[in-house]
């Protein structure tokens, strides 16, 4: 069983009392992003209802995009809806059919709602959430809000002259704010920070660019945490919503090299968010080099960062081949952890588990999948060392 975040969710689905529909998060449009923001959120096990303001979605790249849990979820949508097989392509779709495909979806949900052709008029703050004004007597009422287009509509119900919008950031190893990334963008070498979404000085609201489906799927998670823990999204758990996304399939990293259906995409994905192992950056796109050996110059330092007892460790191990023995040897001492038992555990694992296509040799220098999959196994940086706003390491 995944271990998400909503993992005791009750499924409440939306409700009316008279003519106010209440619902954990609102969206406002009907691109890519307000698209996979409602999926995201209703997957993450809150309510959603996506108010497109016209007859429907227009989407652009839910088709061509590479599979996370938003494409995932709409194809299999979709195939119900079509009577498809899974063994069947999908057909090529317009809007028309996409729509089609949503409204189905939409209907059927206890959590995903779509409402289309229904403009509001005034928009206000309502306690610590938000009031949608459809006409004099019907409203929706949603602890978040997410916007994708046309922010003005909201100033002065924050009483702002302008809306900071979720900026992304290129990849920068001179810096450390790739650690609190929420996600990659597909094809570059950008990412975008959890702060970099959240708006300073504004509670439970988000605002985002209409065409990005990968930062959609972020702010839909990062909406349903503060939705279902009943908190401000300036109180936001960084872990919580890194692993919720990571569960269902984002890619948090803009790795070029590593794709979603690699066995170890995972492992690698959490070693690359700690900066243990760095990726190239060429051409604009960034390249992890799964099958590349290990040197011991690239992990001191880093190790180092994260752990005390590492800096003994590598005073007493200078300069020598990161082998399997040694990284046992390694993450043995750091971890307290018994050599032999985990050389029996390793190779036991090493192709049935790992799906490594080497053999188990203590001698063999490691890949720098090989080495990533050991490391989050046995240390696990990602999920227990803590880093701050900027990315720094907390210890």
Known sequence: MKKLFFVFAF???????????????????NSDAAFAAGVQATESGVNAVVLTQSDGFKLSKIKNFPQTGVTK???KRARKSLKLADSIPLPEM????????????????KLLDVINNAPYYEIKRSGNGWEAKLTKDESIKAKVLIVTDNPEKIFSALKVQSLKI???????????????????????SDFLSLYNLLIPNQENILYINSDNLEIGQAAGATAAYAAFYKT???LSSLKRIQGELLSYKLSLMPFEDVKITDSNWLAIHKIGITGILKADIKNGKVFFNPEKEVSYDEIKQPI???YYKAQIWFDDHKNIPINLENTISMI?????????????????KWNKNYKFSSKYDLKKALTRREFSVIINEYLKPFDDVNVDRTGRVIR
Not at 337 to 347: D, G, N, R
């Open 11 to 29: 499924l409440i689905p939306t409700f009316i009392y008279a003519q106010t529909i209440k619902t954990d998060v609102l969206i406002l449009g």
């Open 73 to 75: 979820a709409f194809e």
């Open 94 to 109: 317009n809007n028309q059919v996409l729509n089609a495909v949503i409204k189905n979806w939409s209907d059927s949900s």
């Open 166 to 188: 979720a900026e992304t950031s290129p990849l920068n190893y001179a810096e450390n704010l790739y650690r609190t990334t929420i996600s990659g963008i597909n094809g570059s």
């Open 232 to 234: 401000k999204t300036s």
């Open 304 to 306: 180092k960062d994260y």
């Open 332 to 348: 043995c001492y750091v971890g307290n952890k018994a050599v032999e038992a985990t050389k029996t555990e390793i190779q036991k």
